[in-house]
């Protein structure tokens, strides 16, 4: 069972490494529906999973110059607080509780859905955006928009694990398209860090992170992304997306039904 785990983490970290996304969204059913996690576990090893990812990927993007840490602290605003809330009412109503793990499982299947339909229409939302810079928002309003999504990714982030990646990232070129893909990619991963780590430790108060289960992940996953960059280059990334949306969506089928 223990290389099981490690060859996950390792294709799990491979299609990462590739596409950029996919992370929470895949790592997270996965652990549901193939090993008989509890959903509840499953999301809390996966948060602690992706803080410790996204850490190493912060370090790379500050030293590349490629964080906007003003839109960080705007997400940071209201991802933060949202993260605490949904802990706190997850410990209110029992984290570990059967009743509890069901809905977390339909909440990982909406997420999942959200994920597929902003790697499918990514590209048509950016070319609207571009063509009505009229619609753009600008001053208050854009930071007002940009802790309001904040707040919405903390929420879906602390429940299912999912959105930081291909939701955030997708929200961010919406709100903000003169940044440049590698500035949406540090920012995304930037705002993740402090996100993940609130939200694992508040799994980690409700008890619901296995850490040897972790261990055998990143022992997989970190060779995986390694492998991953080098290849994303070689292979075509409409082709990429588009077999993660076909994986992602027949995950969000066998997590309803």
Known sequence: M????????????????????GGGSLM????????????????GTDLAFASITKSAGTITHRFNGTVDWAIVRRLCLGALPAALIATLILSRYGALDAAIGQVIRYSIAGSVLLTVVALLFRRRMIAWIHAHPERQLQGRALSTATIVAGAVLGTLVTVSSIGAGAIGATLLVLLYPKLTPAQVAGTDIAYAVPLTAIAAAGHWWLGSIDWTLLVTLLIGSLPGITLGSMLARKVP?????????????????????
């Open 237 to 257: 990334e409409r082709f990429l997306r588009a077999l993660l949306a076909m994986t992602l969506t027949g995950v969000a089928v066998k997590l309803i039904y």
């Open 2 to 21: 223990l290389m099981t785990y490690i060859t996950a983490g390792f294709a799990v970290g491979l299609l990462v490494g590739m596409t950029g996304v």
């Open 28 to 43: 997270t059913p996965l652990l549901t529906l193939l090993f008989g996690v509890s959903p509840t576990v499953a999301v």
